[in-house]
């Protein structure tokens, strides 16, 4: 069975780069999406992106100009870095398989807060 | 973007009752592309539903999902302690990509 974990620093500053690595383990980065999700506190979940494990990318427009997601198949990885974050940031984040779009597996979720 | 709303925002209901989960969007979901995911505390989401009606592996058959265009129905029957969750529609057929606010089911 696919899993999926997210690792990453907890608190980022304001103005600073929040970067997240998601490892996956049992199976193959190969053929599938990668996607990043997350959800701030008391409100619904974001969709932020996702990758094909080619390379190829696809970004919400909301978030577009500060996103990066990248992938690494021969560590069986996935990263996230979101520039200049602000307090509006601190989220839980998930990553996820996508079978096509659709998220299929997901991780456990991280919490990032953002605070000085 | 589409908008997705969820209704009700709770369910409580007794084990052995049915519950009906309602996902509508502000515009047509292309070819229908709707998903549901179950979510329990500390635990991963877990997709049920992808495609309107078509279950994920694993997932039983008192779950189902029906619906087009803009009006979706999750149902779960036969209702267990397990089913206590908190479950979300999503969207997957136009770019971003669009979550409802969810529904918490509760049992009694």
């Known amino acids: 069975q696919v899993q999926l974990q997210e690792s990453g620093p907890g608190l980022v500053k304001p103005s600073e780069t929040l970067s997240l690595t998601c490892t996956v383990s049992?199976?193959?980065?190969?053929?599938?999406?990668w996607t990043w999700i997350r959800q701030p506190p008391g409100k619904r979940l974001e969709w932020i992106g996702n990758i094909y494990y080619s390379g190829s990318t696809n970004y919400n427009p909301s978030l577009k100009s500060r996103v990066t997601i990248s992938v690494d198949t021969s560590k069986n990885q996935f990263s996230l870095k979101l520039d200049s974050v602000l307090a509006a940031d601190t989220a839980v984040y998930y990553c996820?398989?996508?079978?096509?779009?659709?998220?299929?597996?997901w991780g456990q979720g991280t919490l990032v807060a953002v605070a000085s | 973007e589409i908008v997705l709303t969820q209704s009700p925002g709770t369910l409580s209901l007794s084990p052995g009752e049915s519950a009906t989960l309602s996902c509508r969007a502000s515009q047509s979901v292309r070819d229908n592309y709707l998903a549901w995911y179950q979510r329990k505390p500390g635990q991963a989401p877990r997709i049920l539903i992808t495609?309107?009606?078509n279950r994920a592996a694993g997932i039983p058959d008192r779950l189902s999902g029906s619906g087009s265009g803009t009006d979706f129905t999750l149902t779960i029957s036969r209702l267990g302690p397990e089913d206590s969750a908190v479950y979300y529609c999503l969207q997957y057929g136009s770019s971003p990509l669009t979550f409802g606010g969810g529904t918490k089911v509760e049992i009694k």
């Open positions: 049992g199976g193959s980065i190969s053929n599938y999406y």
């Open positions: 996820a398989r996508g079978a096509g779009w659709v998220p299929d597996y």
């Open positions: 495609g309107a009606s």
